[in-house]
T-cell receptor, first 114, second 113 residues
Framework: DTAVSQTPKYLVTQMGNDKSIKCEQN?????MYWYKQDSKKFLKIMFS???????INETVPNRFSPKSPDKAHLNLHINSLELGDSAVYFC?????????????FGQGTRLTVV | QKEVEQNSGPLSVPEGAIASLNCTYS??????FFWYRQYSGKSPELIMS????GDKEDGRFTAQLNKASQYVSLLIRDSQPSDSATYLC?????????????FGKGTHLIIQP
């Protein structure tokens, strides 16, 4: 039973389209994250939610909009996709949003914009 | 700019030897430090966490932390070919009112049979 699961695993779409990635965790954690890993494998935080509340919002284009319907789910919607959005997007969760809490990652969504 | 620095490698180590991976970080207020292993095409997998100065051992892995020097390391003893992967150092850093992991760019480790 997967702890942090994302769908879809692969997403190929054309420039200008709008797409969503879904994430669910069954660990009972309060905090969820979205990370982006670019072609150089650099993993960078985008957003964090704690119990449905946005607590971290890094410098990300406003075409990216996260939504957390409950603390077990965090979705990422991307409008007007651009070539530069191609990357692997990882969802993660941790028990708390403070120090000394480990984060666990989903399997990733490889987004390719053509 | 809060950063985590790692040597990207590749670091090549013979099978059975000790692999030593290093990481420095910029935020003196950080309290928790993690090592993740990432195989090609897979997600990061947590292998070690360390919160206090000194050494922490778990099987063949030892994490070392020196907060005064802002330095974290990971030792892998009796290296196996299956240890070949990218190792990501992650540091919990304050962003506004919350903490989030800042990752280094990773060290690509190759264990030579």
């Amino acid at each position: 039973d997967t702890a942090v699961s994302q769908t879809p695993k692969y997403l190929v779409t054309q420039m200008g389209n709008d797409k969503s990635i879904k994430c669910e965790q069954n660990l009972g954690h309060d905090t969820m994250y979205w990370y982006k890993q670019d072609s150089k494998k650099f993993l960078k935080i985008m957003f964090s939610y704690n119990n449905k509340e946005l607590i971290i919002n890094e410098t990300v284009p406003n075409r990216f909009s996260p939504k957390s319907p409950d603390k077990a789910h965090l979705n990422l919607h991307i409008n007007s996709l651009e070539l530069g959005d191609s990357a692997v997007y990882f969802c993660a969760s941790s028990q708390y949003y403070r120090q000394n809490t480990e984060a666990f990652f989903g399997q990733g969504t490889r987004l390719t914009v053509v | 700019q809060k950063e985590v620095e790692q040597n990207s490698g590749p670091l090549s180590v013979p099978e059975g030897a000790i692999a030593s991976l290093n990481c420095t970080y910029s935020d003196r207020g950080s309290q928790s430090f993690f090592w993740y292993r990432q195989y090609s095409g897979k997600s990061p997998e947590l292998i070690m966490s360390i919160y206090s100065n000194g050494d922490k051992e778990d099987g063949r892995f030892t994490a070392q932390l020196n907060k005064a020097s802002q330095y974290v390391s990971l030792l892998i003893r009796d290296s196996q070919p299956s240890d070949s992967a990218t190792y990501l150092c992650a540091v919990n850093m304050r962003r506004g009112g919350a903490d989030g992991l800042t990752f280094g760019k990773g060290t690509h480790l190759i264990i030579q049979p």
